[in-house]
């Protein structure tokens, strides 16, 4: 296995500054407000020939009583008990705060190798920086800057050489199973299904609006299959996304869908198909990605409330006519399962391989179920199809005068060809290439 390295320290100390730079992304969030980050977070990070993985975590409150510090303080200690080593990230620039000396106690404790990072070090004497931090008795503290990578590489050296190379096992990256973007509007029970479906507290779900922030991935492994699951800040109306925080994670939630093969858009029984749902229905679809609906909190929507939800996912949401409809209680676990099973023909549909005969046929099959209606003096003929990509699927056809198919033909061929290979829960996109008429006049 990968050795693991867990980021730990009071909030607001450059931890998720470190994390990107340690995995050379833009993973995390980093503004400076304390409590961003709130789960754990995973990325994979490479320092010379090793690969290892890193978790960012929350920010540390040791005199936190409830709320959702408790909650981030949990997810925290969890990195802390999975980790071979621990980055006790402190500040140079605040000097040794009596936080930091109730958060070094208890990392005494834990069965990890622990290294001080004194972060936002830049410009300092290293001896200086580093110097009242000897006081915790965690061995020598080192002077670093997450924001420009001074002294990161010759901490990595130290991590990395305390795990012995015989624990530092390669594995070959898992290609090829599904991601799955778990979204919707704030509150609705994203993590909370998250964690029903891998049978844990793997990220925080706690009954307050904006509880996470940065999209969390979760590999998790259901009947012998592997999916990733991720899941994303609640993405709310446009004008209503408040502080920078907040649209920080709306935008990483819209990259999630994007760089998903499925989205799960999970809506609330009691509440309806809001504007905010159709608006991330719409952009589901914009991207072209493959979607299943999740009406969650079943249970505990009255008869009315049921019979809303039905007729509003049929005219609001209509346009996902193609996606399955689910009924769950994330809370209680029911309905996982054929709901994971549409998750997994929805992906199997976004990455369907057409042959050129069978498309070329069925479109023949079409044409003469319907035929391209005339514009003018002039019918369209499609003449023959293939397949232009995947998630979604993209079905070229060419032939000539194609321009003058109206969309509504183009929407019939859409559902014909979604019919004819079975393809539930994926948009399907049709594209026309005209052919270039040999006799027209060549201009001179």
Sequence with gaps: MKPIVALVGRPNVGKSTLFNRLTRSRDAIVHDVPGV?????????RHGDRSFIAIDTGGLEPGAAEGIFVEMARQAEQAMAEADAVLFIVDA??????????????????????FVAVNKAEGMQSDTAVAEFHELGLGQPAAVSGAHG????????????????????????????PRVAIVGRPNVGKS??????????????????????DPIEVPFERGGRRYTLVDTAGVRRRGRTGTPVEFYSIVKAL???????????????ADGVTEQDAHVAGYILERGRAVVLA?????????????????????????????????????????????????DAAYAAAMARLS????????????????????????????YAHQGGVNPPRVIIHGNALDRVPDSYQRYLEGFFRAQFRLAGTPLRVEFRTGRNPYARKEK
């Excluded at 909370?192 to 922030?213: K, M, S």
């Excluded at 990259?255 to 029984?269: K, T, W, Y």
């Design 37 to 45: 980050t709130r789960d754990r977070h995973y990325g994979e990070g």
């Design 295 to 343: 009406v969650n909190k079943w249970d505990a929507a009255d008869r009315e409330q049921r019979a809303r939800m039905k007729a509003e996912l049929q005219w609001k949401l209509g346009f996902l006519g193609f996606a399955e409809v689910h009924t769950i209680s994330a809370k209680d676990g029911k309905g996982l399962g054929p709901l994971m099973r549409s998750v």
């Design 150 to 177: 001074e002294g990161v590489r010759e901490l990595m050296d130290a991590v990395l050489s305390r795990i012995p190379e015989n624990e530092i096992r390669e594995e070959d990256p898992d290609k090829g199973h």
């Design 356 to 383: 050129t005969p069978k498309l070329t046929r069925a479109l023949i099959a079409a044409v003469e179920r319907q035929a391209p209606p005339k514009r003018g003096p002039i019918r369209p003929k499609l003449r």
């Design 192 to 213: 909370t299904l998250i964690n029903a479906l891998v049978g844990e507290e793997r990220v925080i779900a706690f009954d307050q609006p904006g509880t996470t922030r």
């Design 255 to 269: 990259q999630a869908i994007e760089a998903s093969n499925v989205a799960v858009l999970v809506l609330d029984a």
């Design 93 to 114: 620039r605040a000097g040794l705060t009596p936080g930091d000396r109730k958060i070094a106690d208890k990392l005494r404790r834990l069965r990890a190798t622990v």
